[in-house]
């Protein structure tokens, strides 16, 4: 596959022939603490394999099973405490936004703003991030083609952009689970973006414990290996220091203590694979 164009991010170059990339974190925002000590650990894990790293979190989780679960701490505070990680730390951070009005304000303190797969088909939304003049990283939807995402790009570019990031993140595979299909890497770096494989939500059952999503985190490595494998310019996983205890996505989150290896592990095979593909 031909190298995708590539990314400036502060200090990082992302896609194209540059080193395959991190974006990790926890799924939401549990607390500053919290979100301060995760992004610490990953960013030191990251430093000491020589991967390029994003830090991710979200300020709200709109799109829960059930009511009752938790969401964040909401846009204002959510954004502060980004802020002061970014700044505090020098890491670039990613989060995602579901309403046309948060675009705007997270644009102003985030680096990479992102477009959850279910609200990837929503033009006003995905037209409102794209003018932010920040990279905008789109979810394929699991309901969509990864051929069909040239539709999304196409708004995106409308909007004056090329910083664009897409990332395959599992297809619908009947009740409650999602299927990676390798194709769909060549087939989106065939837009000539960067290509992003989140590995932690492939692995998710959606709704499958009745009120929250499952998951099947022995899956991960296997997953983000053949992705790596197939290209990917950069990998997303959702990380945390105890999964049983996350207030958002733990079934299917990788133990902070686990990530070292697997890095380590990635790189070495994207290092083969971006050889082959230069």
């Known amino acids: 596959m031909n190298p995708t164009r590539e990314l ?3 200090y ?5 022939t540059k080193p395959l990339f991190l974006i990790a974190g926890p799924c939401v925002i549990e607390t500053e603490g919290h979100a301060r000590k995760m992004a610490e650990s990953v960013a030191k894990i990251a430093g000491d394999a020589g991967v390029p790293y ?4 979200s300020f709200d ?9 938790f969401r964040g701490p909401g846009l204002r505070e959510g954004l502060r405490i980004l802020g002061k990680i970014k700044t505090d730390l020098n890491v670039p951070v990613l989060t995602d936004i579901h309403d046309v009005s948060q675009a705007g304000p997270a644009g102003e303190v985030c680096d990479i703003l992102q477009i ?14 794209g003018k932010t003049g920040k ?4 979810k394929k ?3 969509v083609a990864p051929s069909d995402m040239g539709n999304v790009v196409e708004k995106l570019i409308s909007t004056g952009t090329e ?3 897409l990332t395959e993140r599992g297809a619908s595979f009947g009740y409650n689970n999602l299927v990676v299909d390798m194709r769909s890497f060549a087939i989106l770096k065939n837009f000539g973006y960067p290509v992003v494989f989140d590995a932690t939500h492939s692995v998710q059952l959606p709704g499958g414990q009745g009120n929250a999503s499952g998951g099947q985190p022995e899956f991960i490595e296997t997953l983000a290996r053949a992705a790596v494998a197939a290209g990917v310019d950069g990998v997303f996983l959702e990380t945390h220091d105890n999964p049983k205890e996350a207030l958002s996505d733990g079934a299917n989150a990788l133990p902070l203590n686990q990530l070292a290896g697997l890095l380590s592990r990635l790189k070495e095979l994207s290092e083969v694979v971006r050889k082959w593909d230069a």
Do not use: E, W
């Open 8 to 10: 400036t991010l502060g």
């Open 12 to 16: 990082l170059r992302l896609g194209g």
């Open 54 to 57: 994003i830090f991710k979190a």
């Open 61 to 69: 989780k709109a799109n829960r099973t059930s009511v009752k679960a």
């Open 116 to 129: 959850p797969a279910f609200l990837a088909r929503q033009t006003d939304l995905v037209v409102a991030a």
């Open 135 to 138: 990279i905008v990283n789109v």
């Open 141 to 143: 939807p699991q309901f």
């Open 163 to 165: 910083k664009i990031i």
